[in-house]
């Protein structure tokens, strides 16, 4: 399959920058690399330029206005762009394993989507990374948290796979998740009615289990370092858990602003490749 690596950002190039080189040398490239952009200034299009010149794959750039924080929508841009058959959401403070596409292309099945983990760098850590572009790091690795998912094992990861079984959505994080795109497209993507911080992921993957679409919770493979930054969200509740709570009760399958907005968009003018800038 071909697969379609979305990363989100807002306005932090050096994580990026970061990102975008572990993803330009995975053992299993993917077709094509899009960035859904809330919003960042220029300087994250100038790296994105600057980077494309030496990019094994097509890297696009999915940028939309700064109105807050809009990550549904930004996301819903990307997965309309995308190109492939496998969808990868990935954030982008999260720096992938060399064997992180290939790990999830071999964990994909019909009838689900893959929710991945991730593991926890300290502030001294996440410098280090951004100072001397690391990206390769072990369960050894000093200064990381949640350990237990920086083991790669793809014997382990069958194993929980199996006992885990198809359970009904928890723990749910879109910064690291594998789909098949025609499944996003039966369900319609996040809905855009949710904005400001938290929940989209969570009702996104409520209304696929609604319509047959179960996660899987993968671990001891497709790993991924999340580089520490502090917390951008307000305390308390988020505003969107209402569409959370409405979703779940409804048995709603599809979303009432969702993908569906922006296909023919970029059906008609397809998202540049910037190496052709």
């Known amino acids: 399959m071909d697969v379609s690596a979305i990363v989100t950002t807002y306005n932090w190039p050096q994580a990026l920058a970061l990102v975008l080189k572990a993803l330009a040398r995975q053992s299993r490239l993917p077709a094509e690399v899009i960035v859904a952009d809330d919003g960042s200034r220029e300087d994250t299009r100038a790296m994105l330029v600057e980077t494309a010149r030496g990019f094994p794959v097509p890297l696009r750039h999915s940028w939309q206005e700064d109105l807050g924080f809009r990550a549904a929508r930004s996301r819903n841009r990307a997965i309309a762009a995308a190109t492939g058959d496998y969808v990868l959401m990935l954030d982008g403070d999260m720096v992938p394993h060399r064997d992180f596409v290939a790990d999830h292309l071999g964990y994909a099945e019909a009838g689900s989507f893959v929710q991945g983990s991730r593991v926890l760098t300290s502030p ?19 200064q990381l948290e949640r350990r237990r998912n920086a083991l790669r094992s793809t014997w382990l990861a069958s194993l929980n796979l199996r006992r885990s079984g198809r359970r009904k959505p928890r723990a749910i994080k879109t910064c690291n998740q594998g789909w098949f795109r025609a499944d996003l497209l039966k369900v319609n993507g996040f809905d855009e009615r949710m904005e400001g911080w938290g929940r ?14 179960v996660p899987r ?5 497709a790993l991924a370092w999340h580089l520490y930054h502090p917390e951008r969200h307000e305390e308390g509740e988020s505003p969107n858990e209402v569409y959370l709570r409405e979703t779940i009760a409804s048995g709603k399958q599809r979303a009432e602003r969702g993908v569906d907005q922006h296909v023919a968009e970029f059906a008609a003018r397809p998202l540049p490749d910037l190496r052709n800038l």
């Open 124 to 142: 001294a850590l996440t410098q280090r990374m951004l100072r001397d572009g690391v990206i390769d790091l072990g369960v050894f690795t000093p």
């Open 200 to 213: 989209e992921d969570s009702e996104l993957a409520w209304r696929a289990w609604h319509a047959g679409v």
């Open 217 to 221: 919770h993968l671990r001891f493979a």
